[in-house]
C-alpha cells in the first residue's frame, strides 16, 4: 500500500486520560475518537480495538499503552489511554512523563478513587503540568452527588499545586456518547474544546539537541532495527548521526546513523520533540538496543550513575509503604523507560517516613542519561512507593 507522508499543518500535543480502573478512560477515548471521526479530522477507534491493541509483551515487560491520533479545528494530538490498575503505573508513569496535558477521568458515580489520586500525584511528579477533568458516566449520576464530586476533585487537584479551582471540569458519559446520544456528544466536543484552550501549547525546546528514550524495538525484515518511543526535545532527520546509551556495560555507546523515520505508519521527514516516531537505524543489531535506552545527538548527553533527588514517599494511604525508609534502602529506579536498581542514601536525615518529602544521594546499578529537573518513580515489590525529581548530577 503506498504511503502518503505526513504533513504538519497544526501544533501536535500529547495527552492522555487517567484515573481509577472501571471509571471510563478507554469508553471516553473511543467517544472522543468516534465524535472527530463525524467532524472529518479522525479516524474512529472502537472501545475493543483500544482495549486489545495495548498489550504487548516485549522482554517481560509489558506495554500497556493505546496510542490514538486525531485533530481538532486547531490542534493534532496524539492521545494514550492508560489502564488505571496499579500494576500499570509503571506503564503511566513512563507514558505521562510525555504528555503536554492529561484528563482525569473520575466517575460521578464513585467520586475520587485511590488511583485517582495516586495518578493526579504521579502527574505532579512528572511534570504534566495541565489537568483537564472529564466526570464520567453524569448520565447515570445525580445532579447533587455529581457537584460533590465536582468539589472533591477541585479539592484534590488543588492540594497537588494544579489550582482545581480554575481546572476545567466537564461533564461526560463516554458511553451515551458512544452511541451518537446528541446531548452527550456536545459533551465530548466541550471537553476537547477545554482541552484545546486550557492545555497550552508546549515549549518544544525544538532547538535543543536531540533526545528520545527508546520505548519498543523491533526489525523489519529486509530494513534492519527500529526503535520507536516520542521524541523529548529536539529535532531529528533522515540521514542524521544519533547515540544509542545506556547499552550494556562494555559497550557504553554505538553510534549510528537514522535511515528512515516514520509516525504512525506514515514517513516524515524531519521529527520534533513531543513527536511519536519510529527511527530505522543503520547497521543497529537488534540485541544492542532495548527499552530503557536513549537515542541521543552524539555528545548532548552523558550517561551517570550517581544524582541527588527531592523524593516524594508516598504515604500507606497512597498505596506506598507502611515502614520507614533508611539508607542502604535499595528499590527500583523508573527513570524514562527505564527499570534500573539503585541504592539511596538519605545522609543527615537518616530516616524518610511515608508521606515525606526528603533529599537523597542515589548510585544506580548501571549508567542512565540524567538531567536536573527529570521526574522518575520509585518501585517495591510491583508498586509504587516513591516519585521523584533529579536535582544535580554528582560526578
Ligand atoms: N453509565 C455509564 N457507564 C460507563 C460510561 N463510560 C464507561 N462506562 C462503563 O464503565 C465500565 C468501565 O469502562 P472502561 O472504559 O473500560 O473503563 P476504564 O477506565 O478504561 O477501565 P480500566 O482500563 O480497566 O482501568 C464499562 O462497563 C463501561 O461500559 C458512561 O459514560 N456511563
Ligand atoms: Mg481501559
Redesign the pocket.
Known sequence: MPKTAYVRTKPHLNIGTM?H????????TAAITKVLSERGTGTFVP?DRI?RAPEEALRGITINIAHVEYETDTRHYAHV?M???ADYVKNMVTGAAQLDGAIL?VSALDGIMPQTAEHVLLARQVGVDHIVVAL?????GDEELTDLVELEVRDLLSAHGYGGDAVPVVR?????ALEGDPRWTAAIEALLDAVDTYVPIPERYADAPFLMPVENVLTITGRGTVVTGAVERGTIRVGDRVEVLGATVTLKAVETVVTGLETFGKPMESAEAGDNVALLLRGMPREAVRRGHVVAAPGSTTPTRRFTAQVYVLSAREGGRTTPVTSGYRPQFYIRTADVVGDIDLGETAVARPGDTVTVTVELGREVPLEVGLGFAIREGGRTVGAGTVASIVA
Open positions: 484515573g480502573v472501571d471509571h471510563g478512560k478507554t469508553t471516553l472501545f482495549d489511554d489502564p488505571g490498575h477521568v464520567n458516566k453524569a448520565d447515570a461526560v458519559s463516554g458511553l451515551r
